[in-house]
Nanobody, 127 residues
Framework: QVQLVESGGGLVQPGGSLRLSCALS????????IGWFRQAPGTEREGISF????????DYVDSVKGRFTISRDNAKNTVYLQMNNLKPEDTAIYYCAATFDYSGRKIYTGSDEYDYWGTGTQVTVSS
């Protein structure tokens, strides 16, 4: 059973940066597409950033485009989300999710397309 563990969350001032990590265990990251999702209190979970498996194609929701960067290090079995110029509206619990994809090309943007989820890490943007 694949396990995902997020880390790197915390409290940051507006305009600041954080780097989230998503470590995958009990399998190899190479054939998994990864998505980052977030959920603020009283809102639905939304997908914000996605990366395909072997070809590392990426996609972002408009609200984070140009500020967030997703990347993967298959040797470390870890996916990262670099978040710059953070805003108060970025405050949420951030989750990573994984789905197996041998083809390596597809971007998965829907939460129902993912089979494995981490437990989340809190990001708070406040002065």
């Amino acid at each position: 059973q694949v396990q995902l563990v997020e880390s790197g969350g915390g409290l940051v001032q507006p305009g600041g940066s954080l780097r989230l990590s998503c470590a995958l265990s009990r399998s190899t990251l190479d054939y998994y597409a990864i998505g980052w999702f977030r959920q603020a209190p009283g809102t639905e979970r939304e997908g914000i950033s996605f990366i395909s498996s072997r070809e590392s194609t990426t996609d972002y929701v408009d609200s984070v485009k140009g500020r967030f960067t997703i990347s993967r290090d298959n040797a470390k079995n870890t996916v990262y989300l670099q978040m710059n110029n953070l805003k108060p509206e970025d405050t949420a619990i951030y989750y990573c999710a994984a789905t197996f994809d041998y083809s390596g090309r597809k971007i998965y943007t829907g939460s129902d397309e993912y089979d494995y989820w981490g437990t989340g890490t809190q990001v708070t943007v406040s002065s």
